[in-house]
């Protein structure tokens, strides 16, 4: 049986890796760790490739800002391949500095289906500090976005980020975010309740964690997904029973599933 093929994106800085790779693993899908420079010079082909993910971590010691690096790499010269990628409608998923990449590159918010232009942004916390605990998320559930379908539960995953406030250019693309459903992730208390920080770790308008496109097919979210696949990762595995599927590990299946089931 074909499993969909995920290309775990490779820089300087990256170091969330191998933790994403084993997600999608788990999920069902085949992965290949695959550094720009082999993309940049044809040593490989994107296009065999069903997902694109961009981990976490610190590409290029996020010089100028986080993610900007990286991502003028990546405009410079895989900027076609992206857009058939996503033209092809098969899978982009950025997971912290992925997410800060992602937006700095204008894949997302795409307001408009515009994946060239920087609209949004993802700067300093409020706290002033870097933000490393876990939180508590709740799906949007009119959102589209394959990463979190069917997503009813809220999500408990760890932050690790110090410029993970989310904010936007004009509070149009705020209102066209808002209009579409493509605020997928906001962060709340473990009643479900928005609150200011500590609730909300970075001051994010809205209190954004995740955002998608109009597709649901492109998706960046500050939480780590990679960081709740099993449950002995959960800070309180000692104490709490607990027989449902890891958070983290949700939101793999979903991409491949949609994967083996639209893209094989």
Not at 195 to 208: A, K, L, Q, T, W
């Amino acid at each position: 049986m074909k499993k969909p093929r995920a290309a775990i994106l490779l820089a300087a800085g990256i170091n969330c890796d191998k933790e994403t790779e084993y997600g999608f693993i788990l999920a069902g899908g085949e992965t290949k760790r695959i550094h720009i420079n082999d993309l940049i010079e044809k040593k490989e082909d994107l296009s065999h490739y069903h997902i694109l993910v961009i981990p976490g971590g610190f590409s290029f010691g996020d010089d100028i800002s986080s993610g900007k690096v990286l991502a003028n790499k990546i405009k410079c010269n895989l900027e076609d391949e992206i857009q058939k990628f996503i033209n092809d409608k098969k899978l982009i998923l950025g997971i912290c500095n992925g997410f800060q990449v992602m937006v700095k590159l204008g894949l997302l918010p795409a307001i408009n289906k515009d994946y060239k232009n920087q609209t949004a942004s993802l700067v300093r916390n409020n706290s002033g500090k870097f933000e490393d605990r876990w939180v508590y998320l709740k799906p949007n559930q009119n959102s589209n976005c394959v990463f979190t379908k069917n997503i009813n539960q809220l999500l408990y995953l760890p932050v690790r980020h110090g410029e993970g406030k989310f904010v936007v250019k004009d509070e149009n693309i705020l209102e066209s975010l808002k209009n579409k459903n493509g605020i997928v992730l906001q962060y709340v208390d473990s009643k479900g309740r928005l609150g200011d920080y500590p609730v909300n770790p970075n001051g994010s308008i809205e209190h954004i964690a995740g955002i998608c496109d109009e597709s649901g097919l492109v998706f960046g979210l500050m939480p780590h997904p990679e960081g709740y696949i099993s449950k002995t990762q959960h800070p309180q595995w000692t104490r709490k029973a607990n027989s449902s599927i890891p958070n983290g590990l949700l939101i793999f299946k979903n991409a491949v599933e949609y994967a083996r089931e639209n893209l094989l």
